[in-house]
């Protein structure tokens, strides 16, 4: 053990024990009534009884609140966007494997099939790449930009 660290925890011991001293006067001071700067807090009294407004009616409390909602709104629009489901590398590897079990090759084409976004192809394609990695598969591409086709090992 180095002697520097040691050092160093002899000092880090000191400030946290002067850090525990602090935070006991803190409390103490808390604790005493003299040291508060806010006087006697009075109890919430409940209302006995509810008083409407003699200008009150269901018109007007409908008008405000569309008036206070049209001063909500932002004066720009914020631009509506759209979260794409998350797909995760994992479950891209465990359909690729399900399909495999049923057809003896899959094409990368079919495997694309049902995908909605350029996410979920790339999640495909490095499904495709982990799969490769762990030798469960061989690719076969006969032509260049042709399918590539998965053979299960």
């Given at each position: 053990?180095?002697?520097?660290?040691?050092?160093?925890?002899?000092?880090?011991?000191?400030?946290?024990?002067?850090?525990?001293?602090?935070?006991?006067?803190?409390?103490?001071?808390?604790?005493?009534?003299?040291h508060?700067?806010?006087?006697?807090v009075?109890?919430?009294?409940?209302?006995?009884?509810?008083?409407?407004?003699?200008?009150?009616?269901?018109?007007?409390?409908?008008?405000?609140?569309?008036?206070?909602l049209?001063?909500?709104?932002?004066?720009?629009?914020?631009?509506?966007?759209?979260?794409?489901?998350?797909?995760?590398?994992?479950?891209?590897?465990?359909?690729?494997?399900?399909?495999?079990?049923k057809?003896?090759?899959?094409?990368?084409?079919?495997?694309?099939?049902?995908?909605?976004?350029?996410?979920?192809?790339?999640?495909?394609?490095?499904?495709?790449?982990?799969?490769?990695?762990?030798?469960?598969?061989?690719?076969?591409?006969?032509?260049?930009?042709?399918?590539?086709?998965?053979?299960?090992?």
């Open positions: 053990v180095d002697e520097e660290s040691g050092i160093d925890l002899d000092e880090q011991l000191r400030l946290y024990r002067r850090f525990v001293d602090a935070s006991k006067n803190l409390h103490n001071i808390w604790l005493d009534e003299r508060t700067s806010y006087g006697h009075e109890e919430i009294v409940r209302a006995v009884e509810i008083t409407q407004p003699h200008n009150f009616t269901l018109e007007i409390l409908s008008q405000s609140m569309v008036q206070l049209k001063r909500l709104e932002p004066v720009e629009a914020l631009p509506k966007t759209f979260i794409d489901k998350t797909i995760t590398i994992k479950e891209k590897i465990d359909k690729m494997r399900e399909m495999l079990k057809y003896k090759h899959v094409k990368f084409g079919d495997i694309l099939n049902d995908v909605n976004s350029r996410t979920e192809i790339i999640v495909s394609f490095l499904a495709i790449l982990e799969i490769i990695k762990q030798n469960s598969v061989v690719l076969k591409q006969d032509k260049s930009f042709g399918d590539i086709e998965l053979f299960k090992l």
